[in-house]
């Protein structure tokens, strides 16, 4: 449901405050839609989550093209950065504890672990700060 929810509005952001391109926004739309559908089938069939770096990957590309397009006030700029540095934390995130590219200390290997949340708590604030800054400029 939060992947649903957060790249909706981002991708809702990003057609209302930008001039973003169909590339872009076909990028957001496509991670939106793929992200929460891999998410679920891989409640029932964990091999599927190996494929959580596309939807990701289709984000964060979007994403960049975003930022580096953006011709709006500073201060949306800065939130779209926020947002995208976010979403890039958690899919590292993802890929570091689903996918043991590199070793999990112990303390942060409880997915309900106090360090584990932290990091997490990080990714959310960014996205959120982020999507407060944007949506500042256009109330």
């Given at each position: 449901?939060?992947?649903s929810v957060a790249l909706g509005l981002i991708t809702m952001l990003a057609l209302a405050t930008t001039d973003a391109g169909l590339v872009e926004l076909a990028l957001l739309l496509g991670g939106w839609g793929l992200m929460p559908a891999l998410l679920?089938?891989?409640?029932?069939?964990?091999?599927?989550?190996?494929?959580?770096f596309v939807p990701a990957?289709?984000?964060t590309t979007g994403l960049l093209m975003v930022d580096f397009g953006f011709e709006g006030p500073a201060i949306a700029l800065i939130?779209?950065?926020l947002i995208t540095a976010g979403v890039m934390i958690g899919a590292s995130l993802g890929a570091w504890f689903w996918y043991r590219w590199l070793p999990v200390p112990a303390r942060l290997d409880d997915p309900f672990s106090r360090g584990r949340w932290a990091l997490i708590s990080v990714h959310a604030s960014l996205v959120v700060v982020g999507t407060v800054l944007v949506l500042s400029q256009i109330m």
């Open positions: 449901m939060v992947s679920y089938v891989g409640l029932a069939q964990p091999r599927w989550r190996y494929l959580l990957l289709m984000v939130g779209w950065w």
